[in-house]
């Protein structure tokens, strides 16, 4: 389980923002570690070194590679080819290493485990098979050919999304849809993004990048 998650983790920050990606493993794990009795700290801790791996490996895995990509007109593919088989060397290593670091106290929880506790089905968490339909990764694949950028692509998708809901359960699942969006996430990034845009057409981002290349 430790290591399916850990390659789970760092395949879908691939495609995912690595942030959105701990976040929902995370809460899996929980879950999990509640139904099968195991501590679930070591294997939170690993899918948020994978998922930064992961994450590094593509254009849309994080936000500094979209903004890489984005203003030095950089392809899917061209970080596929350079940091994508670096990040797929480290992490064989870091693999080796939390199943070295954990297997110990997983092994034990696992001994302790009550005979009554079952895995549940993962079939049984897809609630509405019809609108179970993901065409993200050819959207993020296929975007030098298409010329959309990340955050359109990310847009048409939630579009899709919701277009496909409606015409399989209806307007109020739509509503649950929407009440369900981490609304004080979204902000604080909208934010971010706002802050490092006026840093950089105030001149100080220039200042500090002037800063670091004189002492460095």
């Known amino acids: ?96 290493f939390f199943w070295l670091c954990f297997r110990k106290p997983l092994k034990a929880s696992e001994a302790a485990r009550p005979a009554d506790a079952v895995c549940p089905a993962p079939a049984t968490a897809i609630a ?20 959309l950028t990340v955050s359109c692509i990310g847009v048409i998708v939630a579009c899709l999304t919701l277009l496909v809901t409606v015409f399989t359960n209806g307007g109020a699942a739509v509503k649950e849809v929407l009440r369900g969006v981490d609304y004080k996430t979204l902000l604080f990034f909208i934010g971010l993004f706002i802050s490092v845009a006026g840093l950089e057409q105030t001149g100080v981002l220039k200042l500090i990048a002037q800063f670091i290349s004189n002492i460095s």
């Open 1 to 96: 389980l430790l290591l399916c998650f850990m390659a789970m983790s760092a395949f879908l920050a691939m495609f995912i923002d690595s942030i959105t990606v701990v976040l929902f493993l995370a809460t899996v794990t929980l879950e999990l570690a509640q139904i099968l009795c195991f501590d679930p700290v070591p294997m939170i801790l690993s899918e948020v070194f994978c998922a930064n791996l992961g994450g590094a490996a593509t254009m849309c895995g994080d936000p500094p590679n979209i903004i890489i990509g984005t203003a030095l007109g950089y392809t899917f593919t061209d970080f596929i080819k350079n940091t994508g088989v670096i990040i797929g060397i480290c992490f064989v290593f870091v693999l080796i």
């Open 128 to 147: 509405n098979r019809k609108a179970f339909v993901a065409d993200v990764i050819v959207f993020l694949v296929t975007h030098a050919q298409t010329g």
